[in-house]
């Protein structure tokens, strides 16, 4: 199944001010960036049939891939100055690089890579900026096995702020962690059918038309999942697992677990 990667945004959030900054699916966590750690992922469950909708900073997702270093994160032997790998990473894999333009919102790079998609009754979608160890088999199943048009993964937020309920005179009733409230977010995993094209306008949204057009005709699935999902929003949370990952503390990494 194919997987479309979003990673042609300008992840404002994520920018220093800096003339060389890159853009956000290629922000380092651990030796490699996210967009690797994403595809990855996929990969574990045997998709390796990518396209990635480019946009801000393209050159930095070619160069990356152009001149891949496998032995960065595989074990190799040096025998009379050649490199034997004992394991690689993207060997397998087949990437399909597209320049979707600068400016144009998600569902509008959605558009401008379906004959890449080619005549594919399902495929994958992601932001190639959030990780996850979630069951994608299960996610690809219950879609499969409905008649409805996508499926995304809903999680509960992630922010740390608390809510607070007010009562009469200004006192507070209660307090809640958002995280424990009964609400769901977007998490940015994506099961389509090739119908989503159909309610997606030049210019479009994936969520906002596409999915909300789906949502309308009660034929939009949700994904409800609890389980490890990190956000890359922030500087602040891209350090976070940047750290973690030093630690040995990946669940997302569900490729090391089968190694």
Known sequence: MKVV???????TRMRTG????????????????????????????????????????SHH????????QETTSNDFVLRAGR?????????DWSISFVQTGIDSPIGERLRRVRDHIGGDEMFLANYADVLTD???????????????????????????????ELGESGKVG???PVSEMPLWVNGGYFVLRQEIFDHIPEGGDLVADGCAELAKQDRL?????????????????RVALDEAYSRGERPWALWERAS
């Open 61 to 68: 997702i070619k160069d990356f891939f152009l001149n891949y």
């Open 134 to 164: 979630a069951p994608l088999p299960d996610m690809i199943d219950r879609l499969t096995a409905s008649d409805a048009g996508a499926l995304m993964m809903a999680v509960p937020p992630a922010e740390t702020f608390h809510c607070i």
């Open 18 to 57: 800096t003339a060389g900054d890159v853009p956000k699916p290629m922000q380092l966590v651990g030796p490699r960036p996210l967009i690797w750690h994403v595809m990855r992922y996929y990969a574990h469950f045997g998709h390796t049939e990518f396209i990635l909708c480019l946009g801000y900073g």
């Open 174 to 176: 209660g307090i809640t």
């Open 5 to 11: 990667l979003f990673c042609g945004g300008y992840g």
């Open 221 to 237: 699935l949700a994904y409800s999942y609890r389980g490890y999902w990190r956000p890359t929003d922030t500087v602040k949370e």
């Open 83 to 91: 490199v034997e790998l004992l394991s690689t990473d993207i060997s």
